[in-house]
Each structure stands twice: as C-alpha cells, then as structure tokens.
C-alpha cells in the first residue's frame, strides 16, 4: 500500500532527498509543504541573480511538472501550525488535518538578525531568499547600503550590489574578512580585492544602534561615533536552525533537530535533513553535507541501509571573483608548523600547516589550482617529510627554486613612487637604466632618487637589480629581521606607497616569511603604520612591547615603575600629597627622582595598575609615558619667572612643548630641554631636542644625546617667537617620525640624512613646514590622550590575573 | 570526574596575547596564538624568571620581556643558542572555552 510521506520545507536537501526517492521508484504519496510561496530553487545561486548574471528562472530545481509528473502535493506559501505524533498528523495553517506514516523535516534555518537597536526598522533586512534578493535588486548607483557580516554571504551580497552600482559598505565585527574560512593573510588580500571593487570594508567594527527616520532605516551608527547612512541595511551575520516546530512536536532538539546516521530524530516515523539538523554534535551550512544527507534520507525511508558520515570538508569558493580555499584545520593543537608562500607580484598567498609530517589545513588564495592536491594530501594523512622543501609550491613544482627575495620589487607598477623626496617611480628609474644608469651613483645623477634623505637606496637598489639582472651585484644591506629581506628603509618605503595600512598588508606585500612576524619587526612595523596612517591603521597592543601595552616600565622582578606627567618638571603640594598617598597605599618600595624631572613609584604589583592610575588621575595627574618611544620629558629650568639670569620663560614654555607634544609615538624615545639662558641649567644641549632662550629669541637645536654615545646638540634654527619655536619643534617632530628608522634616536637619523636635508625642510620650505605641522595634528589628534584614565576605566579587569586556582591546588 | 578545569573564555585572552592562572605554587601563563591555539607554561624564563605572560607572542613562540629569549609555547624549550626549558601544562580550547589539566596542576604543587 502506498504510504504517506509528508515533508516540511522546499529546500535544497529535501528537494535532493525526493529526487532520490523518485528516481528510485519508491512508493509514497508526498504533500510538500513551503512557507515560501515557490517550491524548491537553488539558493546558492541566489547570488548570481542579484548581480544580474542569472535569473529566477534559471535557478529553479523543481518546476510545476516535475511536481505534478511525481505527483507530489504542493503546498506552497502554507505553513504547518500543529504537529499530533501519537496521531501522526499535521495541522496545516488553514486547519486541514494530514494523516502521514513518515514525516521529513527540512525546515531549514533562519537568518540570525543581531538585535540592536532599530533592527525592526523598515529597511532592515536578512539575505535569505528571493524576496530579500529582489528587495536589493532594486537598487541602483544613487543609494547606499550597509552589510553587517564579513562572512561569504554578507560578502556576496556586497559584491551583488556594487554590480549593480550601489555604494556599499561592509561592516564586520571581527579583525578580519571571513575569519571561519581564512587567516588574516587571505581575509587582506580578499579585502583589497573587494576595495578594488568600490567597496567600503570596515573591520573591528561594532554595531550600536540602527537609526531611522519615520520608521525607516536611515543609517547605522557604530560604537566609535561613525554614522554611516543607508537606504538599506541587510544583516548577514549567520544562519541558526529552525528547531520551533520540531521544538513544538516534543522532539529532542539542542542547536538542531537531533538525528542519527540514518537520519531518523528521537521519534522513529520522523526524519530530517539540511540545515535544519544536528548531527554528532555539528551542524551544516555548506551544500556537500546537506546532499549526502539527502541521500541517507531517501534509502532511510526505503528502508534501505544508509549511514550518514561527516567528511573531512573543504571551502572552495569564488567569493566575488576572488579564488579562494581552504580545509581541514588551521587552528586549534599542539605540535603544528606552518609554511608560507606568498606572491605579491600576483596576489598568492599560501598556507599549510603541518603536524607529524602530515598536512592537516591548508588555505589558498589567487591562486586555488592545486587544492585539489592538497585536500587530497590532507585526507590520505600522507607523510610528506621526503617533499617538505618543495611541498608549497605545489605538485609541479616539486624540487622547484624558492621564492626571489626580489619578487616585491619586481611586482611593483611603473607609476609606484620609490623616491618620496624627490617623487621618483620605478619606471623612471628603469628608464635612466636603460639610458645607461647602471649603479647607484648613476641612478642619483641622473634621476635624483635617492639623492635627498637616502631612505628608499635599497628600492633603488632593488630596481637595478631586477632591471639588470646579474650586471647588478648587490651592496650588502642589512634586514630587518629574519622574518624578511627587506631593510627598514625599504618597508617603510612600501607602506607610504603601496598605501599599506596593516600588519597583513605589509607582511602580504613585503612577502614575510613567517606566518605573524615575531619581536623585532612587529614593534617596527605598528610605528611605521601608525606614523604613516594614523587615522586607518589600528594600533596593535600586542605588536608593543610590555612597558608601551600596560603603560609602566616593567623590572627585574616583574613588577613595574609609575611615574605621572610633571608638566615641565612643575608640581604642587597637593599633586606631592596624592603621590604620597599612593606610595603608602600600594606599600611601593621605592620612590626616586628621575633626571626628567619628576617622581617615579618603582615595584608596582601589576595588578595595581589600574588603582593607582585611577587615584593619580582623580588628583588630576596623566601617564608620564616614561615607557614609551614616544615623548618622555620637557626638561626646564625656571627662567624669567625666579632667575635673575633668565631671557625668556622657559618654565612656560617647556609645559606647552608637553601639553602639546605628550602621547605622540616616536622611532625612539623623545627627550626636550628648555633653558632659560645660555648658562643651560637644563641641560638642553644634550637632549633630542634643546631649546636655548636668548633675549632675542629662542634657539632649537637637535641631535643631542647623553646615553651609550654623547652628542652635542646642533643648531635648526634661531626664532624670534615662543610660537615659532613650537612649530619648528613639531614640525621637526613628524619629519622624524615619518622618516626615521625604529630605534634610531634624532642623533642617528641626522647623520643618515644630514642637518641640511632637515633644515631644507623645516627652516627654508615654509609650505612644507605647514605640511609636518598639520600631519603631526592629526596624528595627535588621535594619539594625544591618557592611556592610565582609559586603561583604568575599560580595561582594568585585564590586569588581573584570569583565574586563581590558589586554593584548588592546594586540596 | 573530569580532570579538566575550565578557566575562562578564549576571548579574554587577546590574540597574540597571555594572562596569567595563579597557583599556591606561583603563576601560570596561558597563551592565545594568532590562530586561536592555547598553550599553558610556567610564568618563568629558564633565564632570569622573566613573566613570559609580558611577552611577545609570534607565531608558537613568546619572546621574553625581560632579554629577548624567546621560548617555544609547544615544548617551553629557549630557541635559537639560549639553553633551557619552561615546564609546559596541557591546555585545550572546547566551545570557546580555555581548559587546564587538573593532575597536572597537582604535579606542579607537589614537584
């Protein structure tokens, strides 16, 4: 006798599972129902018909015949309200009661809508099915949208739109684009793909509240303040199963509707398949599993043997364009190593990671050719110790030559700036090479690269060496770390002209050979980015050294020393008290003058940092940043105020130099002096930067040093205002930010690039003057802050230790 | 019973970062990688006794703050031509959750 089978939801796994029965002849009398007013289409496909490249009809798998030649009972648009297990029958929405004998869920899952503020805003929207594809299908280039969720399918929608000429923009809570699938190396390269494409990525961002205006969307307002305007928000954050019915009829349910290897839920006569299960614990989102299932559903209810078995899975995707891969497992254990590959030149990059001479994950991108191989690799467990050497580069290449440590250079475009003083690109260098210019020499004399501050000789270098080939022999030229061959010079020439914003991005371009840099170059690089982009790139704690993450100097013992700001080397009674206070409140051993001018608490518990802070701060003291490669102290003598030697007010002058200068990051660390007259009570002529007052007016000179080498200082200039003389020293300040190597005090950078190249800049060229002036505000404008008073107010739990198992270890 | 002993979430350890576990015995550092492994290691450079939990952490290894050894978080042996070797713990993430091995905590009262 045929039996009744009936099925909950048109998706793609219970479409699947009735073609498998139907195929096999199998005899049951099937009533679909679908919430969806369609039947079964391929919703992978969806995002093709949002770009324009199919349509609706292309991407239906079941039409009306193959229903009616089946005789399936379509149900479309109907809901099932009621669910009677010990009847077996199910109550559709209308009140029909269906008797079955075995009955399919497919429910499928639903879009998980982050519930912020504004969420039921008309103009919110999930991307789920053709309703919500044709709602961004009617979109065209005068409007604006936000996605939020980098992952595929925020990310597909996204690239869907900017098709069709929309503004877009990605707003994605984690560091990095579709962090399930890819390490942060191929989330910047799919990044910069998506940029390329118009597309406005923004990462590390947190949602807050979506803003409206009569009851519609108008624009999404991120925790940091930034507004950004939308006609449409579409939430693209994840999918979760949709248990409520199977909730409902009693069935055992945890993130899914529970099933076994045949499919079958807690109850015997139900069965389910797609997204809507959970299987040993996992749930399924890609199209792989949700068929093989389908399968095991269809000989289930044919009472066949069938026995579902999760596989190893990989993601091989076309995001946009854009090939990308990646399997196994790339986090998580003990024991793993990893080898990289990058290719700037074409945007490749490579990762394995290996255990016991297995590969266990990989991930591709650009290049996605030889997956296949390496999936295979990942299954079969093989021993690769015979052909770890060559095994990056893939099954071709096997004993193949490594990587050129040239291939950066070589990658760059014609128009890519090498000379930043003198705006010289690379193809005017290779053309002065193919004039006759054939060292380094020739190349300043007849192009001036190079010829002003020097930092970019080894791109230069370079240049003549892809371009010439073995004619070229090479000066030696030290690098910055093992981590690559490139100089200081030559990485921080790539980050101003490639506009490289991130860690990612310099370790992709700059071809990096370890997978996250290590303690040289990351300190380096997160000044050379924050120097060079303060507004984009997002200082990394993790990349600073201790004393510049907790803010105080970390000691032999482990504990640290605080030292509060003492503007100019001026305090009061009151400030004094408060310091005392603290000293005897966190019992501190040892309380010392420092030559800076001011009070350092030494042996700090580092879990009193935040109370300390917070009592210096409520008695109205801030961070001395005694710690930091970055302005330290304005020593000052107290000039005209007391001295009767005194020209100028050198006390007054020293704190605005701090109030003005204090927070900003330096290659090394930053000391200034202000003396009142020539006699120099403040020793101003041995420090980075010294100002001398005289009655007619106020001489800046630099280059002091009073450490393992000792240096007078040399004279910038001589100005007739204290404004000037603030000016020059900010000015002179960016200068060597933006041009110094990390660790180079002013002293080392000035005899790299010379006194007069400084001054051409700060003291004959005014409009470059003004230049440095207002990039060295927009810097401050950002970094000119008290760490103590935000670490003590929002990161103080972070001091603490995670857990203490004091008295569980001693039971 | 299990003889894991759930300590805290992933996430309240930064990447590339550490926080440290006290003990009657003195502190535990635990390590969160850049690809969201853990790794728990006595807090002490074999060298000076430096707090590896200040260090930078890059790629499986940490470099001490104190004077640059730099310490693999797999086997606590000092890299490079620094000898020496930090007591490892094992450590495991389950459902975002960092977990440390009890007996072996024990062990560490009792050596």
Aim: charged share 25%; glycine share 10%.
């Amino acid at each position: 006798m045929t039996k009744k089978l009936v099925v909950i939801g048109a998706g793609m796994a219970s479409g699947r599972a009735l073609e498998h029965l139907f195929e096999a002849g199998a005899d049951y009398d099937v009533t679909l129902f679908n919430a969806e007013p369609r039947g079964n289409y391929n919703r992978i496909m969806l995002s093709p018909v949002l770009s324009g490249e199919k349509n609706y009809d292309d991407i239906v798998t079941h039409d009306a015949e193959w229903y009616e030649a089946n005789g399936v009972t379509c149900r479309f648009g109907e809901r099932v309200a009621q669910i009677d297990r010990t009847a077996k029958t199910v109550t559709a929405e209308n009140g029909d009661v269906l008797r079955y004998d075995k009955l399919l869920f497919g429910t499928g899952s639903n879009p998980f809508m982050i519930p912020l503020p504004g969420h039921d805003l008309e103009g919110v929207i999930a991307y789920r099915d053709l309703e919500d594809t044709e709602r961004m299908m009617a979109l065209g280039p005068d409007n604006r949208v936000v996605v939020i969720g980098g992952g595929l399918l925020g990310l597909e929608a996204a690239a869907g739109m900017a098709a069709r000429g929309v503004d877009v923009t990605v707003v994605h809570i984690m560091g990095h684009l579709m962090e399930r699938q890819l390490d942060e190396a191929a989330g910047y390269l799919l990044r910069k793909a998506l940029v390329d494409k118009g597309i406005t990525v923004k990462c590390s961002a947190n949602s807050k509240e979506i803003l409206g205006v009569d009851g519609h969307v108008k624009a999404l307002l991120l925790d940091d303040g930034t507004e950004l305007p939308c006609d449409l928000l579409v939430m693209a954050v994840g999918i979760r199963p949709n248990v409520k019915l199977a909730d409902k009829a009693g069935l055992a349910v945890g993130k899914g509707i529970h099933v076994d290897d045949q499919m079958i839920t807690s109850d015997p006569d139900i069965l389910a398949v797609g997204e809507c299960v959970e299987h040993d614990g996992a749930i399924f989102g890609l199209v792989a599993p949700l068929y093989d299932q389908a399968k095991v559903v269809a000989k289930t209810l044919m009472g066949e043997e069938g026995t579902f078995v999760q596989k190893e899975l990989s993601t091989k995707l076309k995001v946009t364009g854009c090939d990308l891969f990646s399997a196994g497992d790339f986090a998580d254990g003990e024991g793993r190593e990893d080898i990289v590959f990058r290719d700037p030149a074409r945007g490749v990059y490579r990762r394995l990671i290996v255990e016991n001479n297995v590969v266990i994950g990989a991930v591709m991108y650009g290049d996605t050719a030889d997956s296949n191989w390496f999936f295979g690799l990942i299954k079969d467990k093989t021993d690769i110790s015979e052909m770890r050497d060559t095994l990056i580069f893939g099954p071709a290449y096997q004993g193949g030559t490594p990587l050129d440590p040239l291939a950066a250079v070589a990658a760059l475009p014609r128009d890519a700036e090498i000379c930043g003083c003198n705006g010289i690109c690379k193809g005017q260098i290779e053309d002065a090479i193919a004039a006759g210019a054939t060292d380094l020499g020739a190349i300043k004399a007849t192009t001036k690269a190079s010829a002003s501050c020097g930092t970019c000789t080894g791109l230069v270098e370079q240049v003549l060496a892809v371009t010439l080939g073995d004619d070229f022999v090479m000066p030696a030229a030290q690098s910055i770390c093992g981590c690559t061959d490139m100089t200081h010079e030559d990485v921080r020439r790539m980050i101003k002209s490639q506009a490289l914003k991130s860690m990612p991005a310099v370790w992709q371009e700059c071809g990096w050979k370890t997978s996250c840099g290590c303690h040289v170059c990351r300190p380096a690089l997160n000044f050379y980015l924050l120097a060079d982009w303060p507004l984009d790139y997002q200082d990394d704690p993790q990349s600073r050294f201790i004393n510049e993450r907790k803010h105080a100097n970390i000691q032999k013992d482990g504990t640290y020393s605080v030292v509060p700001r003492m503007w100019g080397g001026i305090t009061t009674p009151t400030e004094l008290r408060a310091i005392a206070d603290a000293a005897d409140k966190y019992m501190v051993p040892t309380v010392k003058v420092t030559g800076g001018q001011r009070i350092d608490l030494l042996g700090v518990k580092g879990e009193d940092l935040p109370a300390i802070w917070k009592d210096l701060n409520d008695a109205g003291m801030v961070s001395g940043y005694a710690y930091s490669k970055g302005l330290r102290t304005v020593k000052t003598c107290v000039g005209t105020d007391h001295c009767r030697f005194g020209t100028q007010d050198s006390t007054g002058l020293g704190i605005k130099l701090e109030k003005t200068l204090h927070g900003s990051w330096t290659p090394h660390k930053l000391k200034l002096a202000v003396s009142g007259c020539p006699r120099n009570c403040a020793e101003a002529t041995c420090k980075d930067i010294g100002v001398i007052c005289v009655d007619s007016g106020f001489q800046v000179s630099i280059g002091g040093a009073a450490g393992m080498d000792v240096k007078e200082t040399e004279l910038l200039v001589q100005v007739p205002t204290e404004e000037e003389a603030i000016d020059v020293i900010k000015a002179v300040t960016q200068l060597y930010r933006e041009h110094a190597k990390y660790l180079d005090r002013i002293y080392k950078w000035m005899a790299k690039v010379g006194l007069d190249w400084i001054k051409e800049r700060i003291v004959d060229d005014l409009d470059e003057r003004d230049a440095l002036l207002e990039r060295f505000e927009v810097s401050q404008s950002i970094y000119r802050h008290d760490p103590w008073a935000k670490h003590a107010a929002d990161k103080a739990e972070t001091y603490q230790p995670l857990a203490n198992l004091s008295l569980e270890a001693a039971e | 019973m299990s003889n894991w002993i759930d300590i805290a979430a992933i996430d309240d350890i930064p990447q590339r970062g550490a926080r440290v576990v006290k003990t009657s015995e003195g502190c535990v550092a635990v390590f969160r990688t850049g690809d969201d492994e853990v790794f728990a290691l006595n807090n002490a450079c074999p060298h000076k006794a430096g707090p590896l939990a200040e260090g930078i952490v890059h790629g499986k290894s940490v470099t001490c703050p104190l004077h640059n050894w730099v310490i693999s978080l797999e086997t606590g042996e000092a890299q490079g031509s620094d000898e020496g070797r930090v007591a490892t713990y094992p450590a495991r993430v389950e459902n975002g959750r960092i977990l440390l091995d009890r007996s072996f905590l024990r062990a560490r009262v009792a050596a």
